[in-house]
């Protein structure tokens, strides 16, 4: 009898883990995505802000391919830097929901 009752909150327990581990999962893409999508936007304002005196979007537009490559570059490091914050993060959620 004692044995079916352990079986049984070690089952449960298994049970609530995978539901934390999962709730945990979703959450955090949910909320890493919207950061990701949120930082796409800001972030190639915040470059024209450090360089005043150079328009990107003219430059760009009249075909300075210097220019174009670094601020594209730039633009994909900090995004690439921040997704890999952000999967840090859920994953850290992930193994969190699971060892608890």
Not at 13 to 42: E, K, Q, R, Y
Not at 46 to 68: H, M, Q, S
């Amino acid at each position: 009898m004692l044995v079916q009752v352990m079986v049984h909150e070690v089952a449960q327990n298994v049970l609530w883990a995978i539901l934390f581990a999962i709730l945990f999962a979703i959450v955090g893409a949910v909320v890493g995505i919207l950061i990701v999508l949120a930082s796409t936007s800001v972030l190639p304002k915040f470059l024209n802000r450090l360089t005043p005196d150079v328009d990107e979007e003219k430059e760009i537009v009249r075909g300075n391919r210097a220019v174009a490559e670094y601020f594209g570059r730039i633009t994909a490091a900090a995004i690439l830097g921040i997704s890999i914050i952000v999967a840090a993060a859920v994953l850290g959620g992930l193994l969190a929901g699971l060892h608890g």
